[in-house]
């Protein structure tokens, strides 16, 4: 079972390139998340996806957008790339959020971005 | 709004000791969840073990045990029987019924097993 793949593994960008991080998952599950891990600061929400169509804001959402293309998959771009958009990047699912009655988040591998 | 709170930077415990990782959160909520993640320095994030606000029981997951005190709000992880592969980074996460779910973090506590 491949679980959560994201992709890439690793981006260098210069300031005010646009890329998108590509994330799918093959669990059927309705929620998907995409976080950064900055040191000492733990895993931030970037942008949340409850279901195929919708999504919401997270924790820092600014500089980011996000498209729940079908149940399966779900993007996040960087519209105009900034040195503080560097980050390591991680997109999860979970069966019903994440719950008493829900499934603990899967994670994907991690995209490590930098931005000069 | 919820908030979690890991307050051990770094730790350092001896190849066949016990370690307690602690971890308090902060919500209004009655319906919660809390999550502890590993991740070790190849980067992926490790569910280990889970605890909900109904649970009456500590949960246990081998030799992870989830100490809960839902009183003082302390959702305390213990790794018994220290491993060398113990060595990474550990992660408190929170789901609450009135933030849809949606996983929030503590900042991490990192643990390296002496051997």
């Known amino acids: 079972n491949a679980g959560v793949t994201q992709t890439p593994k690793f981006q260098v960008l210069k300031t005010g390139q646009s890329m998108t991080l590509q994330c799918a998952q093959d669990m059927n599950h309705n929620s998907m998340y995409w976080y950064r891990q900055d040191p000492g600061m733990g895993l931030r929400l970037i942008y949340y996806?409850?279901?195929?169509?919708?999504?919401d804001k997270g924790e820092v959402p600014n500089g980011y957008n996000v498209s729940r293309l079908n149940k399966r998959e779900f993007s996040l771009r960087l519209e105009s790339a900034a040195p503080s958009q560097t980050s390591v990047y991680f997109c999860?699912?979970?069966?019903?959020?994440?719950?008493?009655?829900?499934?603990?988040?899967?994670f994907g591998q991690g995209t490590r971005l930098t931005v000069v | 709004a919820q908030k979690i709170t890991q307050t051990q930077p770094g730790m350092f415990v001896q190849e066949k000791e016990a370690v307690t990782l602690d971890c308090t959160y902060d919500?209004?909520?009655?319906?919660?969840?809390l999550f502890w993640y590993k991740q070790p320095s190849s980067g992926e994030m490790i569910f280990l073990i889970y605890?909900?606000?109904?649970?009456?029981q500590n949960a246990t997951e081998g030799r992870y045990s989830l100490n809960f005190q839902k009183a003082r709000k302390s959702a305390n992880l213990v790794i018994s029987a220290s491993q060398l592969g113990d060595s990474a980074m550990y992660f408190c996460a929170m789901s609450t019924f009135s933030n849809d779910y949606k996983l929030s973090f503590g900042a991490g506590t990192t643990v390296t097993v002496r051997a």
């Open positions: 919500t209004s909520d009655q319906s919660y969840g």
């Open positions: 999860a699912s979970s069966g019903r959020g994440v719950g008493p009655w829900g499934t603990e988040a899967f």
């Open positions: 605890q909900g606000s109904y649970d009456e």
């Open positions: 996806s409850a279901s195929e169509g919708t999504t």
